[in-house]
């Protein structure tokens, strides 16, 4: 095992969930870290070039890609608690499916709807991500156990996975004047999407609705070269 000591860096823009993602994980092990903007199709950042992949975290004289092995990572590397990834077998199991779920079905979907071309093809999204939602409800119910997070009393991997993408539902909401997370179908979401985003080791790192609207750097496929920045999450 790598050992903790050693400066961190965090290689991603602001903007970006899977940034995010490695961002709230450091948080919860109270690790300090430095914010490094960059954009990995500007060469602003040749580690982050080189990986093809949003975000890159930099510790010490290693670097790791791809956000979710960075939340792995940090788990492992700093392994006291609160513990982020379920220690119970089936459990980690459980979690890791619903991340792949949001990587490869849900969150196209998602995309979908800012870059639809069409008002027939931008319902189909809507429908799609609603399906979803429903669908991650349920998994939230028995994730949770009742409590208050997908990793119970605490904010786990699948909540880390999930919660980065609320503020872009959150635009998307706004944009096109509609609701995905709502008390008639997703009641238990919508109160764990509260929480998450209120949480200390969140709140400073989610950004706001109106800046994602006024930046220059939405993930939703809206901007140019999103494609290959997202094609390893």
């Keep these: 095992m790598a050992k903790s000591d050693g400066k961190v860096k965090v290689m991603g823009r602001w903007q970006c969930p899977f940034t995010m993602r490695a961002r709230i994980a450091l948080n919860i092990k109270s ?43 940090i788990d492992e590397i700093w392994p006291y608690a609160p513990f982020i990834v379920p220690s119970d077998p089936p459990e980690r199991v459980t979690a890791r499916f619903w991340a792949g779920y949001l990587k490869d079905q849900w969150f196209p979907s998602l995309k979908a709807i800012g870059i639809a ?46 919660g980065c993408f609320l503020c872009l539902l959150r635009v998307e909401e706004k944009v096109n004047g ?23 080791v969140v709140k400073d790192v989610m950004p706001t609705t109106e800046n994602l609207i006024e930046s220059d750097g939405i993930i939703m496929g809206r901007m140019k070269g999103v494609a290959s920045s997202t094609s390893k999450l």
């Design 117 to 162: 071309e069409g008002e027939d093809t931008r319902k189909a999204a809507i429908r799609q991500v609603e399906k979803g939602l429903v669908l991650l409800e349920g998994a939230f119910g028995k994730c949770s156990k009742g409590k208050a997070f997908f990793g119970e009393d605490q904010i786990g991997y699948l909540d880390i996975a999930f």
């Design 31 to 73: 690790v300090n870290y430095e914010l490094v903007e960059a954009r990995p199709w500007d060469g602003q950042s040749q580690v982050l070039h080189e990986s093809k992949s949003n975000p890159v975290m930099v510790h010490g004289d290693k670097s790791i890609s791809e956000s979710l092995n960075i939340v792995q990572y």
């Design 178 to 200: 509609i609701k995905l997370l709502s008390e008639t179908k997703t009641p238990d979401l919508l109160k764990w999407a509260h929480r998450f985003c209120s949480n200390a």
